[in-house]
């Protein structure tokens, strides 16, 4: 895999729902090194979305709770699409819980849309992301030196170097000597409309009790394929309740 597209190392879980991108999904994390487990992959023209999919997210749910033991969980999703060729997702009240039960990701809502003309041109153009009031937490724990988070996944490596989904990985595309193999220089990636309104980080301290509070009313981000990146935002942040620092930021390289 490319030193610049690497997932080395890194296990992705992917439900390709019985549908178009059943093969070619799966290649493209292989590309990139990433052992790829796949879940409902076997399609026969007629049993796309059935019991599987964005309509049916318990199995994915599943995936991430075995590898990660954290919770995935959110609600209304449906797929959907545009007149521009675009498919994409739409999902609300987004949770991802530790173990403990405290949060460490929300949203009111996610939408995500990808254009399918720019995949036969190998192009992965996510045409929008946008999010609705998006809350990160991260907890600095009483030892005063490891994040929540970090050592949740420290000891979940420590404790199942070799986890799985509960299945072996499918074999990859170098693992076929006679299969067509991806070169990741062919793949471009292009996520030019990132939308994120009313966000917030909290960086708690469990130890003194003080906390650190990001927020701003927009973000904008646009990422073109390692070359240009655009951000956008206003953005305060607070030191318990005292407002330390107020930034425009306005980043673009082109």
């Not at 545009?82 to 949060?103: C, H, N, Q, R, Y």
Request: glycine letters at 6%.
């Amino acid at each position: 895999a490319s030193k610049r597209y690497s997932f080395k190392d890194v296990k992705v879980g992917l439900d390709v729902a019985n549908g178009a991108a059943w093969q070619i999904a799966k290649g493209v994390f292989d590309a990139l090194g990433a052992k790829t487990y796949v879940i409902n992959d076997s399609p026969d023209g007629v049993n796309i979305n059935t019991d599987c999919g964005s309509t049916h997210i318990e199995k994915i749910q599943k995936l991430v709770k075995k590898q990660t033991n954290l919770d995935l969980n959110y609600s209304n999703e449906r797929i959907i699409t545009t007149p521009l060729l675009e498919v994409g997702f739409v999902a609300d009240d987004i949770k991802v819980t530790m173990p403990d039960k405290s949060e460490i990701v929300t949203a009111d809502k996610i939408k995500g849309l990808v254009s399918l003309p720019h995949i036969l041109l190998l192009t992965v153009r996510v045409s929008k992301i946008d999010i609705q009031n998006l809350v990160v937490n991260a907890e600095i724990l009483k030892n005063g030196e490891d994040y929540k988070i970090v050592k949740h996944f420290e000891d979940l490596l420590n404790s199942q170097k070799e986890a799985s989904f509960g299945e072996k990985p499918a074999p990859t595309q170098e693992d076929d000597e006679n299969g067509f193999k991806f070169n990741p220089e062919w793949i471009k990636i292009v996520i030019p409309n990132v939308c994120l309104n009313n966000y917030k980080v909290l960086v708690n301290d469990l130890n003194t009790g003080h906390y650190l509070d990001l927020h701003g009313e927009k973000l904008v981000f646009g990422y073109f394929n390692k070359k240009n990146i655009r951000v956008r935002t206003n953005a305060e942040l607070f030191s318990d309740k005292n407002k330390n620092i107020s930034a425009n930021i306005d980043i673009d390289t082109f």
